[in-house]
């Protein structure tokens, strides 16, 4: 089953460049984003980290298309999406870019696979088509049996791997997640992680950002954000899913309120 | 899926939602009321007045038909008058009179009695039983039957013209119950009868000895085509002594006199649909606001800004369109007890009614109802649609 565009690795599917983002909040302005320059490859599997309020969200949803910057710019498959209009970039979203939230966010009403069937719909599929779709993607997340299940009927790891596969509806390009493992325990986590473990090694290029410093081994690559801007870029090795951290994060660089802060001895 | 959407948001509370329905459903009933009220009494005289087809009426100089005890005299000769006229089809003569029903102890109850000719009156209804039409026989109302525990086949007497000093009825006859009929231009609760016009003029000839020439009124039957507005001019040039309506005018003037149940229908009607508007307007916007994330977050998957209105609107154009069709049935329900209540008032005609079904009448409610509840859905909706997906999800995240 196909669960992205993907078209192989090396090649980059996204770059910022000098990104900025400023609210106005009571007044004062506040510089969520100061001049990120960033460039992801296709099949790449990032993880944004960096305390509070440090703005990784603020990135993320210049990087899905759901906010616009200040100034710079994003490219995503060499198309400039921070200066979309809405209807375009909206478009452009429902096409390519794959959205996971940490509340999952699940149509109450709608079934499992109503739920995932969602974002096809909206791109006109046709109802049959759709449906088995849906059920694929259902099967790929492990919920093949909870199709007709309502979210108040799952789990919260189970309602999470719904939103999972209802952002793999359209075959995204790009799998962008917003601390998706910030509602669940530390088991179900784990299970959330392993998908998107599977996922990028199926061809899915994810940026994540979290505070899970397990979900943060898992990646590939860890960026670190402080004040708004990377203050460190490593990579992980492969296979260090659940194994001790190998990102190098400046102690003096680490916010008191980080999970990624480092004790002593 | 924007209908599914649209239908499970209105099911995930289903309390609240059938409350609303509720409410727009009373709202639609008294808009339904006020409709059919504004127009029901017109089109009730209308019928009334038109129902066999008279468009000219003839009474005394000076009077509405039954307006006084004056009658038209020399009616023989004024039918043929009419008669000879190439406009006018049949000539219905009426005599309106107070005969008594005599018991066998002397008793006597008064009812309200048409002198008519059976092969061409409009004044009643024959629901049972044998026409008028021999010289001693009667059709009756169900309250005169009901008053004087008469039934249908009964033979009874009926006198006219009581002599206080000698205690006795100047004329007597014995005529047979022959029929149950409705009378439309009677009041309700009003006993009725109605006899072969020649009995009725025999009864209240002075003596009882020859028949008098005398009617309260003619109703004339044109033929097809005809101005009746141009027969009734001819009409009173024909004849001075008289005065024609036309059934056209009267019909004016009755709705010139019920204009103030228009306007009262009018406010009433629009303060149901003002009610109306701030139900589902106010179900809506609650409804937005608790589903602004999910609202974000559908943005955030792709949902266009117009589908995302188009759901909430969705949601209030169901809302009012169940809770209206609800409310017809509502309304018609409260129109005939409101119907019967006011149609019980002293002196009106039997046929009168107040609030009158009319498909138009359902039509134009529900198509108000829809007007409002998309003009109601449409703040909500826009405000749906307008959300700042990364605002609305940071705001979200924190709370």
């Known amino acids: 089953m196909t669960v992205s565009h993907a078209t192989g690795g090396g090649v980059p599917l996204l770059r910022t460049e000098n990104l900025a983002r400023e609210y106005a909040l009571a007044g004062a302005p506040v510089r969520a984003v100061r001049g990120v320059s960033l460039t992801i490859e296709q099949g790449e599997y990032a993880a944004i980290v960096g305390p509070s309020g440090c703005g990784k969200s603020s990135l993320l949803n210049l990087l899905g298309a759901i906010d616009r910057p200040t100034s710079g710019t994003v490219l995503l498959r060499g198309r400039d999406v921070s200066h979309m209009r809405d209807r375009e970039a909206t478009e452009f979203r429902l096409r390519h870019i794959g959205f996971v939230f940490q509340r999952f966010y699940l149509m109450p009403m709608l079934t499992a696979l109503e739920n995932v069937e969602l974002p096809m719909a909206e791109a006109g599929a046709a109802k049959r088509a759709r449906r088995a779709r849906a059920r694929e993607l259902l099967s790929y997340v492990g919920l093949e049996a909870r199709g007709g299940h309502r979210p108040a009927q799952l789990s919260g790891g189970e309602q999470q791997r719904v939103a999972i596969a209802r952002a793999l509806a359209n075959e995204p390009a790009l799998l962008l997640a917003d601390e998706p493992t910030g509602e669940l325990d530390a088991r179900t986590g784990r299970d959330v992680i392993a998908l998107f473990d599977q996922l990028n090694r199926d061809g899915v290029t994810i940026v994540v950002v979290t505070h899970d410093e397990v979900l943060a081994r898992a990646a590939r690559r860890v960026v670190h954000m402080v004040d708004g801007v990377i203050v460190s870029d490593e990579r992980n090795g492969p296979g260090d899913v659940g194994g001790p951290p190998r990102t190098t994060i400046s102690p003096a660089l680490v916010d008191a309120a980080s999970p990624f802060r480092r004790t002593p001895g | ?399």
């Open chain 2, 1 to 399: 899926m924007r209908a599914t959407l649209a239908w499970s948001s209105l099911r995930r509370h289903p309390v609240r939602t059938a409350l609303a329905m509720l409410g727009v459903a009373v709202s639609a009933a008294m808009l339904l009321d006020m409709v059919m009220l504004s127009s029901g009494m017109q089109v009730s005289f209308r019928a009334l007045l038109t129902r066999q087809g008279f468009e000219v009426r003839l009474t005394p100089k000076g009077t509405l038909p039954f307006d006084t005890e004056a009658r038209i005299a020399r009616a023989a000769s004024a039918e043929s008058v009419l008669l000879a006229m190439p406009a006018v089809q049949a000539v219905s003569p009426v005599l309106g009179t107070t005969l008594h029903v005599v018991g066998d102890d002397g008793s006597a109850a008064a009812v309200f009695t048409l002198g008519i000719r059976p092969a061409i009156q409009g004044d009643y209804e024959l629901l049972r039983g044998l026409d008028a039409d021999a010289a001693d026989r009667m059709v009756v109302n169900a309250t005169f039957l009901a008053r004087t525990g008469v039934a249908v086949g009964d033979t009874i007497v009926v006198a006219a013209g009581y002599d206080a000093q000698l205690r006795s009825w100047t004329a007597r006859r014995r005529v047979l119950v022959s029929g149950e009929g409705r009378f439309h231009y009677l009041a309700t609760g009003q006993a009725a009868a109605a006899l072969p016009l020649s009995t009725v003029q025999f009864m209240v000839a002075d003596a009882g000895t020859a028949p008098s020439d005398e009617v309260s009124l003619l109703m004339v039957k044109t033929q097809p085509g005809v101005d009746a507005e141009a027969l009734r001019a001819g009409i009173e040039r024909e004849l001075p002594r008289v005065t024609a309506i036309a059934t056209a005018d009267a019909v004016k003037s009755v709705e010139q006199r019920l204009s103030y149940f228009r306007q009262l229908a009018l406010i009433l009607g629009t303060v149901s649909l003002a009610i109306g508007f701030l139900l589902v307007s106010t179900l809506m916007t609650v409804s937005v606001q608790e589903r602004v994330g999910e609202m974000a977050v559908m943005r955030a998957l792709g949902v266009s800004r117009p589908h995302i209105a188009q759901q909430v609107m969705l949601e209030g154009l169901v809302l009012s369109v169940v809770g209206a069709v609800g409310g017809l049935g509502l309304g018609l329900v409260t129109a005939t007890y409101l119907n019967n209540i006011l149609r019980a008032f002293p002196g009106l005609p039997a046929a009168i009614d107040f609030f009158v079904f009319e498909p138009r009448a359902a039509y134009q409610s529900l198509g108000m109802l829809v007007v409002t509840a998309v003009l109601a859905g449409a703040f909500p909706a826009w405000r749906a649609g307008s959300l700042p997906i990364a605002t609305t999800l940071r705001s979200e995240a924190v709370s």
